[in-house]
Each structure stands twice: as C-alpha cells, then as structure tokens.
C-alpha cells in the first residue's frame, strides 16, 4: 500500500525563513519543491514549470523578495519592490492555470505595513496603515497578492514581526553585544534632505531612550503558525505573526546581554546609527522605528506560542548557537 506523501512549494528559500520552512517539511516527510532564482526545481520566469509545480501541491508559501537590509537608494527601492510584486503576480498567474490548485496560499507579508506606534499595539482590526517606502512596499505587495480571482486557494498574508532565531536578522545584534556594543539604539532629530524626504526614507524622529517597540516571533512560532492557520480553515485575509508579547529597544538588548553572559552595553545614538548605516549600507528605520503589534487574530482562534516572552526565546536560541558550535 502506497502512503500518501504532501508535497508543499516553497518560494524564496534562500532566506533565512524559507530555508528553515524547507528544512522542517522535509524533516516531516513532505515532498519539498522550490522555486527560486536559480531553481532548483523550477526558475522565476520559467511559469509553466512553477505551474507544474504548484498543481496538485498542498501548500504553497512565498518568501521570497530582496533583503530590506540594504540602503535605500533608487535601484535598491526599484529591486525589493520588482522582487516581491513579480514573484508574486506570477505565482497567482501559474495558480490559475492549474488544473488542481493548491488549498492555501501564504505568503509573506511584514509587521512594518503599520505606522511608527508608540500610543497603542496595532492588530489586523484597528491597526493604523503607516506611510513611506516601506509600507508602500508592504501594501503594494499585498494588493498584488489579493488582486484576481482564485477560487479553489485561500489566501492568507503573514504580516510577520521580526523573526528571531539562530541565522536570523539576531546575529549581528549578538556580535555587537559581545563587543560591548549592546546597549539601546537610541532615537534622536537628524536632517532630512530633499530626495530621502520625497522617496518616503527619511525616519522622523520618534521614540527617546532607546523606549521604541520591538514586536518579534520566533521561528519556531512561524512555523507552528502556518500550521495553525493551515489547520483552520476559517482564516484567511491577513494575519500579524508576532509574539503576543511585544518588548521595546532597550529592554531588548538587556536580554540579549543577559542571554549571553555579557554585562556591558553601550549605548548607539542618531548620530553613530546614521554614520553606521551609511558605512555598512543599511538604514536607521531598522532599529529605530517603533514596531508594536499583536498577534489578535491567531489568538482568538486558539494559537498558543511555543516563546511568548522575549527573554526565554533568546536564551533558546543563544544555547542553540552554542550547541551547534
């Protein structure tokens, strides 16, 4: 007797997500096909293989677009744009050629579509929609991924807090601790020039004290929410994937430092943060904008994290580290 093995496609798994999401499937069994820019089982722009692809699949996840951490110049803010609304148009195109579609979609959204919050958490229901370059890529990117009709997929967006874990965007943040570099990101008044101001760049001044909200998940909690929501057929729409327990800046990085053993930690102020940005081609809004979501949806329908407090999440991650060193 044969026994039945799911076969789930999976977009833009050269990140640190979609490596772990491929990772974990296979781990359970599951016939994992990828797509990529160089495959390896079908290639973007190659639409007939990923519709292959994709046809009697059970699941289909798209991670894939260009890293934000990058400087936002013109041909940076043109690729992590291209990259997201491309990929996403021709999934949606290779879906509704399908002769069986597959039941769920998700796809990956971020937690940065809201405004910079420092009064009040943003849930899918009563969040406020922010405005410049990064939210007009995050709204872009859903309107992309909702627009047509595909009646046989449900579609869910992952509006995803910054996802923690050993490989993750944390990394750098451990390294800097260890030098004795991790104190809060501290926000204050810098210029904002013509260009930066009209490409919607510049970030405006807003928390002090290192006091701007962190609202973070941990892989394993990514994972255990896809499955959630794939268990549950009643959500669809847009979903905030982030711990339901929000920390700030500061508080942050005194539990990194916690977590690994380090006592001192000097503070980054505006002006060191920009100077840094610009040298290591990233951008300020990074650490500085002020991100605090919750996850209102998974929780009413009965999602329970595996990490819901940041401190215990990175003392997990940091023994994974040292466990595998």
């Known amino acids: 007797m044969s026994t039945y093995r799911e076969r789930i496609v999976i977009a833009g798994a050269s990140g640190f997500i979609g490596r772990h999401l491929a990772e974990v499937y296979r781990s ?41 951490n990058c400087r936002y110049d013109e041909e940076n803010r043109s690729e992590i744009l291209q990259s997201r609304i491309d990929t996403t148009l021709e999934l949606a195109e290779a879906i509704r050629a399908a002769a069986t579609p597959p039941p769920l979609w998700l796809n990956s959204s971020t937690a940065t579509i809201y405004r910079h919050a420092e009064d009040r958490p943003m849930t899918e229901a009563t969040g406020d929609i922010g405005s410049g370059f ?18 046989g997929t449900r579609r869910v967006a992952l509006r995803m807090a910054i996802v923690l874990g050993d490989g993750s965007a944390l990394v750098p ?41 962190f609202s973070w998940v ?14 549950h057929a009643d959500i669809d729409g847009v979903v905030n994937v982030s711990s339901p327990n929000p920390s700030d800046n500061r508080s942050m990085m005194r539990d990194l430092r916690h977590a690994l053993g380090v006592r001192l930690g000097l503070p980054a102020t505006r002006w060191m943060l920009e ?11 990074l650490v500085l904008k002020s991100r605090w979501v919750v996850p209102e949806r998974l929780q009413q329908a009965g999602y329970r994290f595996e990490y819901p407090y940041l401190d215990v999440a990175l003392k997990a991650i940091i023994a994974e580290r040292a466990a595998a060193s």
């Open 28 to 68: 359970r069994g599951a016939d994992v096909k990828l797509i990529g820019r160089s495959g390896p089982d079908a290639r973007w722009g190659d639409t007939a293989a990923i519709t292959r692809l994709v046809d009697g699949a059970d699941l289909v996840v798209n991670m894939a677009g260009k890293s934000v």
């Open 134 to 151: 990064s939210v007009s890529i995050a709204t872009t990117w859903e309107s992309a991924f909702f627009s047509g009709d595909l009646p």
């Open 173 to 213: 943040l451990i390294n800097l601790a260890r030098f004795g570099l991790g104190g809060p990101q501290i926000d204050g008044r810098w210029p904002a020039s013509a260009a930066r101001t009209k490409a919607g760049t510049h970030h405006a001044f807003g928390a002090s004290r290192g006091r701007q909200k």
């Open 218 to 231: 941990h892989i394993d909690d990514v994972v255990g929410s896809i499955d959630f929501v794939r268990d």
């Open 275 to 285: 100077l840094g940005s610009a040298a290591i081609r990233t951008e300020v809004e």
